[in-house]
Every structure is written in C-alpha cells, then in structure tokens.
C-alpha cells in the first residue's frame, strides 16, 4: 500500500513563503504523475502543480510564478516550493501520486493571514 506523508504547512503572512514536502513509502519513480491539489473551504479540490516521469511539469495559472514543483528521487520525496503567498492560497494541500490508481497524502493546512 502506497503512503504519501505531507509536511511543512502552517500559517504565514501574505508575501511570505513555504516548502510542502511530500514523502511517498516507495521509490517516486513508480509513479506515472505525481502532484498538489489544494481544497479551500465550500471549493472543489483543484490541482495546482504535477511533475511528470519524465521531470515534465505543470503549474496552474493562478499559481504560475509563485510556485515551484521539484521531486529529489533519492529521498523519495516530492516538494512544492510557494512564494508570495496570498491570502487566497489559504487551503489543505494534498499530495497525490498516480501509477494504477491515485493515491492521496493525508493534507497538510496552509493558511495565508496576517
């Protein structure tokens, strides 16, 4: 069974900047597509970035510029660098990992605040 363990969330100013990390239980290199989804109060779970096999990335509009996504195979890991954070980014970000099946991390809260 694959596990998917987030971290570094927490509260933090608008303009300010975290890492999400995201530990997977096996080598990421398994996994087709790997990504961050965020899910704000009364929204729909939205994908804000994904990292391909192949190092292919996408990150969506409303993120583009702020955020980056890398993965370091030899730790098993996948990372979501956000800067300049907005209020507006406040949500629970979940890591997702796809190769038969999606498998979701269990979130981690982001809240953008002053």
């Keep these: 069974q694959v596990q998917l363990v987030e ?22 290199f398994n996994f087709n597509f790997m990504g961050w989804y965020r899910q ?7 994908l ?3 990292i391909g096999k192949g190092r292919n990335t996408y990150v969506a509009n409303s993120v583009n510029g702020r955020f980056t996504i890398s993965r ?11 800067n300049s954070l907005k209020p507006e980014d406040t949500a629970v970000y979940y890591c997702s990992a796809s190769k038969l099946r999606v498998y979701w991390g269990q ?3 982001v809240t953008v605040s002053s």
């Design 7 to 28: 971290s570094g969330g927490g509260l933090v100013q608008p303009g300010g900047s975290l890492r999400l990390s995201c530990a997977a239980s096996e080598s990421i």
């Design 40 to 46: 704000a109060p009364g929204n729909e779970r939205e």
């Design 48 to 50: 804000v970035a994904q």
């Design 72 to 82: 370091d195979i030899t730790e098993n890991t996948m990372f979501l660098r956000m």
């Design 107 to 109: 979130g981690t809260q």
